[in-house]
């Protein structure tokens, strides 16, 4: 996906979308600069470190020294939703957000999205395997990427069931799939599932998504 694929929300192209509709906003593709990139980079290594790290007392008062001074720098700057570059640079692992694992998308079409996704310390709940409740996470943003692909209006989900098949590892690349199985009018039953490089079934969801009337938020 690329900054492009936002030209064909059809908040866009329908006039008469925000009268016979509900949904978000539409949110334009950033372009923060490169620094940012490398801002969130950093930050996700903070966040591996910062359930793995065990240092002595000296060093974890000079880690709260650094995060407290960069919470200085950055507090002026706290700005409203869709206004700051995260979830808007279509060109970052997880398209900029912090919330969501580092995906990067393969493809995005009306039949299927695909994405390659690596999880890391930060997601670990035990054993170094991913935490249960990290991969509902995953599915929805990807069921929410399924329904704009295919070009239904804005949806939310309606329930997100998961069946766990196998541990899921960290640090490697892993593959997950969504598509719509079936759309009845405002509704669209759509399926995922995360498979590890050798094809091996992780996981997989199925889910309902409800296009929004009039109003609702």
């Known amino acids: 996906m690329n900054s492009a694929d936002f030209g064909l929300d059809p908040r866009r192209t329908d006039p008469k979308y925000h009268s016979e509709h509900g949904g978000f906003p539409v949110f334009e593709a950033a372009e923060p600069g490169p620094g940012f990139g490398r801002f969130l980079a950093a930050i996700r290594r903070v966040q591996d470190l910062a359930v793995s790290a065990n240092p002595d007392a000296a060093t974890w008062d000079k880690a709260a020294d650094l995060a407290e001074e960069l919470v200085t720098l950055l507090d002026p700057y706290e700005a409203g939703e869709g206004v700051g570059p995260a979830?808007?640079?279509?060109?970052?692992?997880?398209?900029?957000?912090?919330?969501?694992?580092?995906?990067?998308?393969?493809?995005?079409?009306?039949?299927?999205?695909?994405?390659?996704?690596?999880?890391?310390?930060?997601?670990?709940?035990?054993?170094?395997?991913?935490?249960?409740?990290?991969?509902?996470?995953?599915?929805?943003?990807?069921?929410?990427?399924?329904?704009?692909?295919?070009?239904?209006?804005?949806?939310?989900?309606?329930?997100?069931?998961?069946?766990?098949?196998?541990?899921?590892?960290?640090?490697?690349?892993?593959k997950a799939r969504g598509w719509i199985r079936e759309a009845q009018g405002r509704k669209a039953f759509v399926n995922a599932e995360l498979r590890d490089g050798d094809g091996k079934m992780l996981a997989e969801a199925n889910g309902l998504m409800i296009r929004l009337l009039p109003g609702q938020p």
């Open 87 to 174: 979830n808007r640079v279509p060109d970052l692992p997880g398209a900029g957000s912090l919330l969501a694992p580092p995906w990067f998308v393969e493809k995005f079409e009306a039949d299927e999205v695909l994405l390659t996704v690596t999880f890391s310390r930060f997601h670990v709940g035990g054993n170094y395997a991913v935490h249960g409740g990290v991969l509902p996470m995953l599915f929805d943003s990807l069921f929410g990427m399924v329904i704009h692909a295919a070009g239904r209006p804005i949806s939310r989900t309606a329930f997100l069931h998961v069946d766990y098949r196998a541990v899921t590892p960290i640090d490697t690349p892993l």
